[in-house]
């Protein structure tokens, strides 16, 4: 009996999940709105509250929905992110290429002409850990490379535009992969960088938006 009732419970949550996402899918509810309790959602579900409680985790767990503690939950988004990350695993590099055009770029823009002292100061700290890992393991300058154009793109002040790069940079990351795969890297491209946030310090949005294409199309 033990080994079936996993089993069973994972069916009620699958069955729970289903009818939860059909009523996120059809508008029940709006973004930032507040769900209803598990009691009320378990009653109108006609399942268990503990049944609820594993599913609503799961939602949390996606992005779907936000758990605050002591104030219930509320719906963070429409679509499953996790969908979300499996359509762009799938892009090509062109596309990927296309989309940083798009997105990245003119988030840059907006950053030259938006960003503050602090955005500043966060900026030049991560382009310097950055550098210090320009030339050595890959995957770590990566890693430091993503921090530096994540707030770059944050300090356009557009949480829209810095959710959507916050997705996508997984894509941006593999891309650089490919890229930067070779021995010794090009100092240039670094120093690409260093132009970059000086045009945005200086506050040009034109030689910014320039400059981050010439990175993009970086072969």
Same mark, same amino acid.
């Given at each position: 009996?033990?080994?079936?009732?996993?089993?069973?419970?994972?069916?009620?949550?699958? %069955?729970?999940?289903?009818?939860?996402?059909?009523?996120?899918?059809?508008?029940?509810?709006?973004?930032?709105?507040?769900?209803?309790?598990?009691?009320?959602?378990?009653?109108?579900?006609?399942?268990?509250?503990?049944?609820?409680?594993?599913?609503?985790?799961?939602?949390?767990?996606?992005?779907?929905?936000?758990?605050? %503690?002591?104030?219930?939950? &509320?719906?963070?988004?429409?679509?499953?992110?996790?969908?979300?990350?499996? !359509?762009?695993?799938?892009?090509?590099?062109? %596309?990927?290429?296309?989309?940083?055009?798009?997105?990245?770029?003119?988030?840059?823009?907006?950053?030259?002409?938006?960003?503050?002292?602090?955005?500043?100061? !966060?900026?030049?700290?991560?382009?310097?850990?950055?550098?210090?890992? &320009?030339?050595?393991?890959?995957?770590?300058?990566?890693?430091?490379?993503?921090?530096?154009?994540?707030?770059?793109?944050?300090?356009?002040?557009? @949480?829209?535009?810095?959710?959507? &790069?916050?997705?996508?940079?997984?894509?941006?990351?593999?891309?650089?992969?490919?890229?930067?795969?070779?021995? @010794?890297?090009?100092?240039?491209?670094?120093?690409?960088?260093?132009?970059?946030?000086?045009?945005?310090?200086?506050?040009?949005?034109?030689? !910014?938006?320039?400059?981050?294409?010439?990175?993009?199309?970086?072969?």
């Amino acid at each position: 009996m033990s080994d079936i009732s996993p089993l069973v419970k994972r069916s009620l949550v699958d %069955q729970a999940l289903e009818r939860l996402r059909l009523r996120i899918n059809n508008g029940t509810w709006t973004i930032g709105q507040r769900l209803p309790t598990e009691p009320e959602l378990a009653l109108e579900l006609g399942i268990s509250r503990n049944t609820v409680r594993e599913a609503m985790r799961v939602l949390a767990f996606s992005g779907l929905i936000e758990i605050r %503690q002591g104030d219930g939950s &509320y719906l963070r988004a429409v679509v499953d992110p996790l969908d979300t990350m499996k !359509a762009l695993s799938r892009c090509s590099p062109e %596309q990927a290429r296309e989309t940083r055009h798009i997105l990245e770029v003119e988030a840059i823009g907006l950053a030259a002409l938006r960003r503050t002292d602090d955005d500043l100061k !966060a900026l030049h700290e991560a382009l310097g850990v950055s550098g210090s890992h &320009y030339h050595g393991d890959l995957d770590s300058y990566i890693a430091c490379d993503l921090v530096f154009h994540r707030r770059l793109v944050d300090a356009a002040h557009n @949480p829209t535009l810095s959710e959507l &790069y916050r997705y996508f940079s997984s894509i941006v990351g593999a891309h650089l992969r490919q890229t930067l795969n070779i021995t @010794p890297r090009r100092q240039e491209v670094f120093d690409l960088h260093i132009e970059l946030l000086n045009a945005v310090e200086q506050r040009d949005p034109e030689l !910014a938006k320039a400059i981050s294409r010439k990175l993009i199309n970086e072969p």
